[in-house]
């Protein structure tokens, strides 16, 4: 871990602005704390992807929470989307001094240097991918900067390092690596099925009540019973018997595949000091 940390520092010495990517559905679960300490007063630009999988009032929330602490912070669809033109525009406007002092001594069209930055799998390679037009390839999950990187016009006025930077996700709060897991950002052999599916019968239970109980024909009983009960229910429902881990599995792969809608699991700050 520190030596990716050297790594990704050393490469941010040669940018103006770090693009960190999170996951609008977890954008403080899919955060790591040490690019603050990394960064320090370097400028950023905080890109909530995959807002199209997003509570869009959860987003709109945390947007204005981050914008009020004074970090600017867009939300982005890079999936469906083929060109990202906000993405230059909100660097430039946070860059608006520094752009305007090199147009003062001469520069007719500065350059701004960028790289993207996050955790694995919050789609890094797919920003890069439509931002420079072009199909890079993966680059793993392996925290650090890849060696021999270049530098890549997205536009007459952006480039962009090729390889993102890549953090890994902070495992000391449980409650993270569960919210992490049931997204899909980390590997199926580091959590427990079925301490994701309670957890997230419990979250939807609380938070989308309406969308869980439809989806699943959900009794006013069935609301009431301990998750883990719930749990063998709804597994016994779907023919699986007393198979908790298929059960648990299969409710994974439903949340993750949008049959429960779209949904945020880190509460904005007021929503959170209410539940
Ligand atoms: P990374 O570099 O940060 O590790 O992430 P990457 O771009 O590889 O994206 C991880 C997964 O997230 C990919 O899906 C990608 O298609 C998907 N993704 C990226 N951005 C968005 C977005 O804005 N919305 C949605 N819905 N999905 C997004 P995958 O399942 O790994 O591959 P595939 O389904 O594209 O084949």
């Not at 952006?158 to 992490?180: C, S």
């Not at 198979?243 to 595949?257: A, H, M, N, T, V």
Request: charged share 30%; aromatic share 6%.
């Amino acid at each position: 871990m520190a030596k990716a940390q050297r790594q990704v520092q050393e490469k941010l010495k040669q940018v103006d602005i770090v693009f960190e990517i999170v996951d609008a559905r977890v954008p403080e679960s899919s955060r790591n704390p040490v690019l603050d300490q990394i960064i320090q007063q370097k400028p950023r630009l905080l890109i909530l992807n995959k807002a199209d999988l997003a509570d869009p009032h959860k987003t709109a929330a945390w947007i204005s929470t981050y914008e009020k602490a004074g970090q600017p912070a867009i939300k982005l669809d890079a999936q469906h989307k083929q060109r990202l033109p906000q993405i230059e525009k909100a660097a430039r406007s946070i860059l608006a001094d520094k752009i305007e002092r090199q147009k003062q001594r001469g520069i007719r069209n500065p350059l701004i240097k960028a790289m993207c930055i996050g955790i694995p799998n919050v789609g890094k390679s797919t920003v890069l991918n439509r931002l420079l037009s072009k199909n890079i390839a993966k680059t793993g999950n392996k925290p650090g900067v890849t060696k021999n990187q270049q530098w890549l016009k997205a536009s007459d006025h952006l480039a962009l390092l090729d390889t993102p930077g890549i953090l890994w996700p902070k495992f000391d709060d449980p409650e993270v690596g569960t919210k992490l897991a049931l997204t899909g950002a980390i590997a199926e052999n580091i959590y427990h099925p079925d301490d994701v599916a309670v957890f997230a019968l419990d979250f939807f239970r609380a938070q989308y009540t309406a969308a869980i109980t439809k989806a699943y024909q959900l009794t006013a009983q069935d609301l009431t019973l301990p998750a883990p009960e719930l749990l063998l229910a709804l597994t016994k429902k779907w023919g699986l018997k007393d198979d908790y881990d298929r059960g648990s599995d299969r409710l994974i792969q439903e949340i993750r595949k949008g049959r429960l809608g779209r949904y945020t699991l880190d509460l904005p700050p007021k929503e959170a000091d209410e539940a």
